[in-house]
């Protein structure tokens, strides 16, 4: 039997190729001004500018912005591997809030953990522009959609 030729890897996508995909695909992502800093070799960094309508009652960035965008920054960590084709979705976020967050950007940085043909298992760890301090951290698993 004849060894199959190799795979052709999968074209590299640039933040800004990837940054393209995210705002299309995640249209509140483009309406916050989340901008992709890097997502390559299972990894992105994705940063959401402060906006005072994402702050809730006390001053603080809101949850629902924090959890949207590491949703959004593990996904730019599975455009990054699929050369910008990726349709999976999430199917369990876990998030733990250790400190607030004060007004100001926010970075999230992704990494997949594990990437099985069925489900990808990945973590996020968001922190304010202005500090190395981890201000949550997320676990996340998807479910792999094959396109038709």
Same mark, same amino acid.
């Given at each position: 039997? =004849?060894?199959?030729? +190799? ?8 933040? #800004?190729? &990837?940054?393209? &995909? ?5 249209? &509140?992502?483009?309406? !916050? ?5 890097? =997502? ?11 906006? $005072? ?10 949850? +629902? ?10 996904? =730019? #960590? ?26 100001? $950007?926010?970075?999230?940085? =992704? ?30 698993? !998807?479910?792999?959609?094959? $396109?038709?």
């Amino acid at each position: 039997m =004849a060894d199959s030729p +190799p795979l052709p890897p999968k074209r590299r996508c640039s933040p #800004a190729e &990837i940054q393209a &995909i995210v705002h299309v695909g995640v249209p &509140i992502a483009a309406a !916050w001004g989340v901008e992709v800093l890097e =997502a390559a070799g299972g990894r992105a960094a994705v940063r959401l500018p402060f906006r $005072p309508d994402l702050l809730r009652p006390g001053g603080t960035v809101s949850g +629902p912005a924090l959890m949207g965008l590491a949703d959004v920054a593990m996904w =730019a #960590a599975l455009l990054g591997v699929t050369g910008g084709k990726d349709e999976s979705v999430t199917s369990t976020m876990t998030v733990n809030f250790l400190r607030p967050f004060a007004p100001g $950007p926010v970075v999230a940085e =992704a990494r997949l953990l594990k990437r099985g043909k069925r489900m990808v298992f990945g973590e996020v760890l968001l922190r304010a522009e202005s500090s190395e301090e981890v201000s949550a951290h997320v676990t996340t698993s !998807w479910v792999v959609i094959a $396109p038709a």
